[in-house]
């Protein structure tokens, strides 16, 4: 079955928002996320200090986000880059996922901080929305209140752990058929006050 054309995308990390009728990211998002950010500064800072990391390709990369391998990181090596923006006045936050995957972003941004600004602005109430993942940094997602949450049977433990405790449907099935899966549950009998207008 051929899926319809999404009318927007939230990608690199909740640092874009691509929408399909202007062909473009929209401007609108940029400017949320342009205030006190210096993608030069951060790249410049982490490659001068950390030296057990490698910077992505180029086309991984994007004003808003620098993004690099850094391999089997804890908890401790990660403060590490926390407390150099700090130090540095920078005003960032760091995403890790993949037990690999290191993107360092604006304070405002995130998928979670997307989905939330997008819901606002396109006038939909985040108890008609619909998220799921299977990713660490799908996790500020869940973290918005009233949405409904699918997290698939392959999920990354690092995303199992942020939805502890949270209201969320644990799929049985991996990939999109366990989103299919959470979606059915969600369009049951019982769900006619939560059904989504939409789903990112």
């Known amino acids: 079955t051929t899926l319809p054309t999404p009318d927007l995308i939230i990608a690199g990390v909740g640092t874009q928002i691509f929408d399909f009728s202007r062909d473009s990211d929209l401007a609108e998002w ?7 950010w210096d993608f030069d500064q951060v790249f410049q800072l982490v490659q001068e200090h950390i030296t057990d990391i490698e910077a992505q ?3 991984c990369q994007n004003e808003f986000k620098c993004s690099y391998f850094y391999r089997d990181k804890n908890r401790e090596d990660l403060d590490r880059i926390r407390n150099l923006l700090e130090s540095s006045g920078l005003e960032a936050q760091v995403v890790y996922s993949s037990n690999r995957d290191l993107d360092i972003l604006p304070l405002g941004a995130n998928k979670g901080n997307a989905l939330r600004w997008l819901a606002t602005w396109k006038e939909i109430p985040l108890n008609r929305v619909a998220v799921a ?4 940094n799908d996790s ?5 209140e009233e949405v409904y949450g699918v997290v698939v049977s392959n999920a990354e433990e690092a995303l199992v752990q942020a939805v502890d405790g949270l209201d969320v449907f644990l799929s049985s099935k991996p990939c999109a058929h366990g989103v ?7 369009l049951g009998p019982d769900s006619a006050s939560h059904s989504p207008e939409t789903t990112l």
Request: proline fraction near 4%; charged fraction near 25%.
């Open 140 to 144: 500020s997602m869940f973290l918005v």
């Open 57 to 59: 390709p180029d086309e």
């Open 180 to 186: 299919i899966e959470g979606l059915s549950s969600l």
């Open 133 to 136: 993942g299977d990713s660490g």
């Open 30 to 36: 940029k400017k949320e996320l342009s205030g006190h």
